[in-house]
């Protein structure tokens, strides 16, 4: 059964940085595009980016150009999103999603990223 | 960047009906459409993609359809485990956005 993991989320205080992975199993990830979306307490989804499969092209939203970086690395089967300059308005819970013909079709469960002094 | 409007934003109905959450894109895209379900505490679930496919095991009581800017979701014969919150999203253009979800409650 496709599984994706987030991990790394936490308390952080406004222009630290915290990176976040989504650990990738039953499904040959190297194959796949990745994104991550986001979604601010009692708030809607938010797209973040997207990096393709083979991390030859990114895509991020406007709100985060500059400050979030995705990256992954297919020999451990894992997404990342560094993410510095944090903001209060980036708490949310964070989540990976596979992109596949058939959409954004298996997302992981999210974590909760504070950003608070 | 495509702005997604969803209506309503919230919608109160019955177990047993059927209800219809209409999306808009502001600008066209082709099929590039997808549906969301989504519940408190939990991550979302695929229903549609290409604005009518049902994904891999999704019941059929979900239906799409649209092209273009309008589009909708049906849901059929509404039971307990689908009230939640819905959610449109276009793909056909980078960033990808999403509309601001259907809320739908038990009547």
């Known amino acids: 059964q496709v599984q994706l993991v987030e991990s790394g989320g936490g308390v952080v205080q406004p222009g630290g940085s915290l990176r976040l992975s989504c650990a990738a199993s039953?499904?040959?990830?190297?194959?796949?595009?990745m994104h991550w979306v986001r979604q601010a307490p009692g708030k809607g989804l938010e797209w973040v980016g997207l990096?393709?499969?083979?991390?030859?092209?990114?895509y991020y939203a406007d709100s985060v150009r500059g400050r979030f970086t995705i990256s992954r690395d297919n020999s451990k089967n894992t997404l990342y999103l560094q993410m510095n300059s944090l903001r209060a308005e980036d708490t949310a819970v964070y989540y990976c999603?596979?992109?596949?013909?058939?959409?954004?079709?298996?997302w992981g469960q999210g974590t909760l990223v504070t950003v608070s002094s | 960047d495509i702005q997604m409007t969803q209506s309503p934003s919230s919608l109160s109905a019955s177990v047993g009906d059927r209800v219809t959450i209409t999306c808009r894109a502001s600008?066209?895209?082709?099929?590039?459409l997808a549906w969301f379900q989504q519940k408190p505490g939990k991550a979302p679930k695929s229903l549609i993609y290409?604005?009518?496919s049902l994904q891999s095991g999704v019941p059929s009581k979900f239906s799409g359809s649209g092209s273009g800017t309008d589009f909708t979701l049906t849901i059929s014969s509404l039971q307990p485990e689908d009230f939640a919150t819905y959610y449109c999203?276009?793909?056909?253009?980078?960033?990808?956005?999403f509309g601001q979800g259907t809320r739908l409650e038990i009547k």
């Open positions: 990096i393709r499969h083979d991390g030859s092209n990114k």
């Open positions: 999203q276009q793909y056909n253009t980078y960033p990808i956005t």
């Open positions: 999603a596979r992109r596949s013909p058939t959409g954004s079709d298996y």
């Open positions: 039953s499904f040959t990830f190297s194959s796949y595009g």
């Open positions: 290409a604005a009518s």
């Open positions: 600008q066209g895209i082709s099929n590039y």
